[in-house]
Protein backbone atom coordinates (compact mmCIF):
# COMPACT_ATOMS: atom_id res chain seq x y z
CA UNK A 1 0.00 0.00 0.00
CA UNK A 2 1.21 3.46 -0.74
CA UNK A 3 1.50 5.98 2.28
CA UNK A 4 1.81 9.66 1.97
CA UNK A 5 3.94 11.79 4.53
CA UNK A 6 3.78 15.63 5.67
CA UNK A 7 6.28 16.19 8.48
CA UNK A 8 5.22 19.72 9.14
CA UNK A 9 1.90 19.97 10.49
CA UNK A 10 1.53 23.41 10.61
CA UNK A 11 3.73 26.51 8.80
CA UNK A 12 4.11 29.83 8.82
CA UNK A 13 5.03 32.78 6.51
CA UNK A 14 4.83 36.95 5.81
CA UNK A 15 2.85 38.10 3.21
CA UNK A 16 4.77 37.98 0.07
CA UNK A 17 7.29 35.97 0.82
CA UNK A 18 7.93 32.12 -0.17
CA UNK A 19 7.04 28.92 1.77
CA UNK A 20 7.81 25.20 0.85
CA UNK A 21 5.45 22.34 1.81
CA UNK A 22 7.30 18.83 2.14
CA UNK A 23 5.80 15.44 1.34
CA UNK A 24 7.28 11.97 0.92
CA UNK A 25 5.86 9.02 -0.12
CA UNK A 26 6.16 5.12 -0.40
CA UNK A 27 5.48 3.12 -3.26
CA UNK A 28 6.76 0.32 -5.09
CA UNK A 29 4.80 1.53 -8.19
CA UNK A 30 6.38 3.19 -11.56
CA UNK A 31 3.64 5.13 -13.06
CA UNK A 32 1.58 6.85 -10.71
CA UNK A 33 0.53 10.95 -10.12
CA UNK A 34 0.81 13.16 -7.55
CA UNK A 35 -1.63 16.29 -6.27
CA UNK A 36 -1.28 18.89 -4.13
CA UNK A 37 -4.72 20.00 -3.08
CA UNK A 38 -5.75 23.19 -0.52
CA UNK A 39 -8.74 22.93 1.73
CA UNK A 40 -9.52 25.95 2.87
CA UNK A 41 -12.10 26.94 6.08
CA UNK A 42 -15.11 26.09 3.74
CA UNK A 43 -13.65 22.45 3.40
CA UNK A 44 -13.87 22.23 -0.51
CA UNK A 45 -11.08 20.62 -1.63
CA UNK A 46 -9.05 22.34 -4.70
CA UNK A 47 -6.90 21.23 -6.69
CA UNK A 48 -3.54 23.21 -7.05
CA UNK A 49 -1.28 21.35 -9.09
CA UNK A 50 -0.66 18.07 -10.28
CA UNK A 51 2.26 15.69 -11.43
CA UNK A 52 2.75 12.77 -13.75
CA UNK A 53 5.70 10.60 -12.62
CA UNK A 54 6.96 9.89 -15.99
CA UNK A 55 7.40 13.49 -16.44
CA UNK A 56 10.81 14.96 -15.18
CA UNK A 57 9.73 18.45 -15.71
CA UNK A 58 8.27 19.85 -12.54
CA UNK A 59 4.56 21.26 -12.64
CA UNK A 60 3.89 24.91 -12.02
CA UNK A 61 1.01 26.92 -11.85
CA UNK A 62 1.38 30.63 -11.56
CA UNK A 63 2.59 31.00 -8.26
CA UNK A 64 2.80 27.21 -6.93
CA UNK A 65 5.59 25.13 -8.52
CA UNK A 66 6.81 21.92 -7.48
CA UNK A 67 9.88 20.08 -6.80
CA UNK A 68 9.38 16.25 -7.68
CA UNK A 69 12.57 13.79 -6.59
CA UNK A 70 11.14 10.53 -8.04
CA UNK A 71 13.87 8.58 -6.40
CA UNK A 72 14.07 10.23 -3.53
CA UNK A 73 10.19 10.02 -3.28
CA UNK A 74 9.80 13.63 -2.64
CA UNK A 75 7.36 16.37 -3.83
CA UNK A 76 7.32 19.18 -2.29
CA UNK A 77 5.20 22.05 -2.95
CA UNK A 78 6.44 26.06 -3.15
CA UNK A 79 4.40 28.48 -3.03
CA UNK A 80 5.78 32.36 -4.07
CA UNK A 81 4.81 35.61 -3.41
CA UNK A 82 2.34 34.26 -0.13
CA UNK A 83 -0.79 36.00 -0.03
CA UNK A 84 -3.74 36.16 2.68
CA UNK A 85 -6.02 33.73 0.39
CA UNK A 86 -3.63 31.17 0.51
CA UNK A 87 -4.09 30.42 3.95
CA UNK A 88 -5.48 26.99 4.26
CA UNK A 89 -4.98 23.46 4.86
CA UNK A 90 -2.74 21.80 1.97
CA UNK A 91 -2.75 18.42 1.64
CA UNK A 92 -0.23 16.29 -0.40
CA UNK A 93 -1.90 13.37 -2.00
CA UNK A 94 -1.37 9.75 -4.57
CA UNK A 95 -3.04 8.10 -6.64
CA UNK A 96 -1.78 4.78 -9.01
CA UNK A 97 -1.56 5.58 -12.51
CA UNK A 98 -3.49 1.84 -12.55
CA UNK A 99 -2.57 -0.55 -16.00
CA UNK A 100 -4.80 1.33 -18.56
CA UNK A 101 -2.73 4.55 -17.47
CA UNK A 102 -5.87 6.22 -16.62
CA UNK A 103 -6.35 4.60 -12.94
CA UNK A 104 -8.72 4.06 -11.17
CA UNK A 105 -8.12 4.27 -7.48
CA UNK A 106 -8.91 6.66 -5.16
CA UNK A 107 -6.45 8.92 -3.36
CA UNK A 108 -4.49 8.63 -0.54
CA UNK A 109 -3.59 11.42 1.18
CA UNK A 110 -1.33 13.03 3.73
CA UNK A 111 -2.19 14.12 7.11
CA UNK A 112 -2.07 17.75 6.01
CA UNK A 113 0.15 20.97 6.34
CA UNK A 114 -1.83 24.10 8.06
CA UNK A 115 -0.63 26.90 6.23
CA UNK A 116 -0.64 30.21 8.13
CA UNK A 117 -0.38 33.75 6.36
CA UNK A 118 1.13 36.60 8.88
CA UNK A 119 -0.04 39.85 7.06
CA UNK B 1 -17.13 23.15 -15.77
CA UNK B 2 -16.83 19.88 -13.30
CA UNK B 3 -19.37 20.48 -10.45
CA UNK B 4 -20.16 18.28 -7.92
CA UNK B 5 -22.48 18.87 -5.52
CA UNK B 6 -23.96 16.73 -2.22
CA UNK B 7 -27.12 17.18 0.00
CA UNK B 8 -27.71 17.67 2.37
CA UNK B 9 -24.92 20.03 3.69
CA UNK B 10 -25.78 19.22 6.92
CA UNK B 11 -27.50 16.17 8.91
CA UNK B 12 -28.72 15.74 12.07
CA UNK B 13 -29.90 12.20 12.79
CA UNK B 14 -30.72 10.33 16.42
CA UNK B 15 -28.84 7.01 16.83
CA UNK B 16 -30.28 3.91 15.39
CA UNK B 17 -31.65 5.54 12.08
CA UNK B 18 -29.97 5.67 8.67
CA UNK B 19 -29.33 8.97 6.69
CA UNK B 20 -28.62 9.59 3.12
CA UNK B 21 -26.11 11.36 1.53
CA UNK B 22 -26.57 12.42 -2.34
CA UNK B 23 -23.27 13.35 -4.85
CA UNK B 24 -24.46 14.54 -8.29
CA UNK B 25 -21.94 15.41 -11.05
CA UNK B 26 -23.81 18.38 -12.46
CA UNK B 27 -21.82 18.62 -16.26
CA UNK B 28 -20.10 15.83 -16.98
CA UNK B 29 -21.06 12.15 -16.64
CA UNK B 30 -19.48 10.33 -13.45
CA UNK B 31 -17.86 7.03 -14.41
CA UNK B 32 -16.09 6.45 -11.24
CA UNK B 33 -17.14 8.07 -7.87
CA UNK B 34 -15.01 7.80 -4.72
CA UNK B 35 -16.40 8.48 -1.08
CA UNK B 36 -14.09 10.15 1.91
CA UNK B 37 -14.14 10.58 5.27
CA UNK B 38 -12.77 13.29 7.32
CA UNK B 39 -12.31 13.37 11.15
CA UNK B 40 -11.79 17.07 12.92
CA UNK B 41 -8.33 18.45 12.23
CA UNK B 42 -7.43 15.03 10.15
CA UNK B 43 -7.18 14.07 6.69
CA UNK B 44 -9.26 12.23 3.84
CA UNK B 45 -9.21 8.49 4.19
CA UNK B 46 -10.57 6.86 1.19
CA UNK B 47 -13.95 4.65 1.82
CA UNK B 48 -14.73 3.12 -1.30
CA UNK B 49 -14.83 3.78 -5.13
CA UNK B 50 -17.86 3.08 -7.34
CA UNK B 51 -18.34 2.55 -11.33
CA UNK B 52 -21.47 3.41 -12.88
CA UNK B 53 -23.67 0.13 -12.57
CA UNK B 54 -21.46 -1.69 -10.61
CA UNK B 55 -20.66 -2.76 -6.82
CA UNK B 56 -18.78 -0.07 -4.74
CA UNK B 57 -15.28 -1.20 -3.36
CA UNK B 58 -15.00 -0.63 -0.47
CA UNK B 59 -11.18 -0.01 1.68
CA UNK B 60 -10.02 -2.44 3.99
CA UNK B 61 -11.97 -1.72 7.52
CA UNK B 62 -14.75 -0.56 6.21
CA UNK B 63 -18.07 -1.99 6.83
CA UNK B 64 -20.29 -2.40 3.34
CA UNK B 65 -23.40 -3.32 4.95
CA UNK B 66 -22.77 0.00 7.38
CA UNK B 67 -22.43 2.15 4.45
CA UNK B 68 -24.17 1.51 1.50
CA UNK B 69 -23.39 2.55 -1.60
CA UNK B 70 -25.31 2.80 -4.77
CA UNK B 71 -24.24 4.49 -7.74
CA UNK B 72 -27.29 3.96 -9.83
CA UNK B 73 -27.01 6.67 -12.61
CA UNK B 74 -23.68 8.60 -14.60
CA UNK B 75 -24.36 11.80 -12.14
CA UNK B 76 -25.64 10.14 -9.31
CA UNK B 77 -24.33 8.19 -6.50
CA UNK B 78 -25.63 8.19 -2.72
CA UNK B 79 -24.01 7.20 0.59
CA UNK B 80 -26.51 5.67 3.01
CA UNK B 81 -25.16 5.19 7.24
CA UNK B 82 -27.33 2.62 8.35
CA UNK B 83 -27.96 2.31 11.87
CA UNK B 84 -26.32 5.58 12.55
CA UNK B 85 -24.23 5.56 15.77
CA UNK B 86 -22.13 8.57 17.38
CA UNK B 87 -18.92 7.47 16.26
CA UNK B 88 -20.61 7.82 12.48
CA UNK B 89 -20.40 11.60 13.23
CA UNK B 90 -17.83 12.57 10.50
CA UNK B 91 -17.37 15.28 7.25
CA UNK B 92 -18.36 13.30 4.57
CA UNK B 93 -17.21 14.04 0.72
CA UNK B 94 -17.29 13.00 -2.29
CA UNK B 95 -15.43 13.15 -5.53
CA UNK B 96 -16.02 12.49 -9.33
CA UNK B 97 -13.92 11.58 -12.42
CA UNK B 98 -15.43 11.19 -15.64
CA UNK B 99 -13.90 10.72 -18.89
CA UNK B 100 -12.30 12.99 -21.27
CA UNK B 101 -11.37 16.54 -20.25
CA UNK B 102 -13.50 15.13 -16.87
CA UNK B 103 -10.79 12.30 -16.44
CA UNK B 104 -8.10 15.02 -15.43
CA UNK B 105 -8.62 14.73 -11.98
CA UNK B 106 -11.03 13.87 -8.99
CA UNK B 107 -14.01 16.45 -8.39
CA UNK B 108 -14.67 16.88 -5.23
CA UNK B 109 -18.22 17.80 -3.73
CA UNK B 110 -18.45 20.53 -0.81
CA UNK B 111 -18.80 17.95 2.03
CA UNK B 112 -21.45 16.66 4.16
CA UNK B 113 -21.25 17.06 8.14
CA UNK B 114 -23.01 14.25 9.79
CA UNK B 115 -23.87 14.54 13.45
CA UNK B 116 -25.66 11.47 15.20
CA UNK B 117 -27.01 12.48 18.56
Known amino acids: AQTVTQSQPEMSVQEAETVTLSCTYDTSESDYYLFWYKQPPSRQMILVIRQEAYKQQNATENRFSVNFQKAAKSFSLKISDSQLGDAAMYFCAYRSAGLSGGGADGLTFGKGTHLIIQP | GAVVSQHPSRVICKSGTSVKIECRSL??????MFWYRQFPKQSLMLMAT?????????EQGVEKDKFLINHASLTLSTLTVTSAHPEDSSFYIC?????????????FGPGTRLTVT
Open chain 2, 27 to 32: DFQATT
Open chain 2, 95 to 107: SARGSGWASYEQY
Open chain 2, 50 to 58: SNEGSKATY
